[in-house]
């Protein structure tokens, strides 16, 4: 027991005393930090010297869980955003974590604020989206999402995943329809308040949040974490990035493994586009970091 105190007491003496962070970063995860091996840029362990200054905050689609379990492989620590901007989530010993939880998840050490709708709710309304229409809904298998795109038939189907993996608040889904029975889906789901965004392999489903709401409620929580003149950079390799990447100053998107990149994203203003596809485009995109903080007296001045 006194054991636990004093690592408490340290973590939190640790936090409240952490330094302020010369800027702050808010990066996707899949695609962009981790490849689809689960693997992270080959440069990693050399890009933690600039990062180890940043305040790095993970935004994903992923479950709370997952996405502390990607902080862990990472080595990264603090408050991150789960569930494509549904939940912001802090450590128990975080100085400016909320005073309580104001959801019903219940993780040890973390405090986990909800932005978003639930997921019943969420299921609910969708349903009734879809069965107005006259759309099949079935509860498939994750994993077998990606078959779905051969599969149209009839009036359509809507699969939704199962909430094995512990989703509360956004609901992954897709749908095998000819494209114009799909966009009469989706016009139909937006006029009921639903937002969809394509998280690769499904499409996300969730109401009253995003990733760039999340990520702007964040960057107010963080501020005594940070210099007064951090920039603020966002890191996204796809559709479901695109809020995140509009509500920060600086904007970097990485190419997928083919070298593309997503057009929803290459539309936006004031990007910067990695040269190396796929999550090894960070070694493109930190020297240009170091560069710009050295001279604003940041990152590596000494």
Do not use: Y
Not at 110 to 133: E, Y
């Amino acid at each position: 027991m006194l054991r636990s105190v004093i690592v408490t007491l340290s973590a939190r003496v640790c936090h409240t005393m952490m330094p302020p962070r010369d800027v702050l970063i808010f990066s996707d995860i899949d695609g962009t930090l981790l490849d689809a091996a689960g693997l992270p840029p080959r440069a990693w362990p050399a890009m933690r010297d600039v990062l180890d200054e940043a305040l790095i905050v993970l935004c994903s689609s992923r479950t709370v869980r997952q996405v502390r379990d990607a902080q862990h492989r990472l080595g990264l620590s603090g408050p991150f955003i789960a569930e494509n901007g549904a939940l912001l989530c802090f450590p128990d010993d975080w100085p400016d974590a909320p005073a309580q939880a104001v959801t019903d998840i219940s993780i040890p050490d973390l405090r986990v604020v909800r932005i978003g709708t639930p997921a019943p709710q969420l299921r609910s309304v969708l349903l009734g989206v879809a069965s107005a229409l006259l759309f099949t809904v079935e509860v498939g298998d994750e994993r077998l999402l990606h078959d779905l795109s051969s599969q149209a038939s009839g009036t359509g189907r809507v699969v939704l995943v199962p909430n094995a993996s512990q989703r509360s608040h956004s609901v992954l889904m897709q749908v095998a329809a000819s494209p114009e029975r799909a966009a009469l889906l989706l016009r139909a789901m937006a006029r009921a308040h639903l937002t969809v965004t394509n998280g690769g392999r499904w499409l996300v489903v969730q109401h009253g949040s995003s990733k760039g709401m999340a990520a702007g409620l964040m960057r107010t929580l963080l501020r005594s974490r940070l210099r007064p003149e951090a920039p603020a950079i966002a890191v996204g390799d796809s559709d479901n990035d695109r809020s995140l990447l509009e509500s920060m100053d600086v904007r970097w998107v990485l190419r997928s493994d083919d070298g593309t990149v997503s057009p929803s994203l290459a539309s936006l203003d004031g990007i910067t586009v990695a040269t190396t596809p796929g999550v090894n485009g960070w070694s493109d995109l930190l020297p240009q970091l170091r560069r710009d903080l050295v001279t604003t007296g940041g990152i590596g001045d000494e």
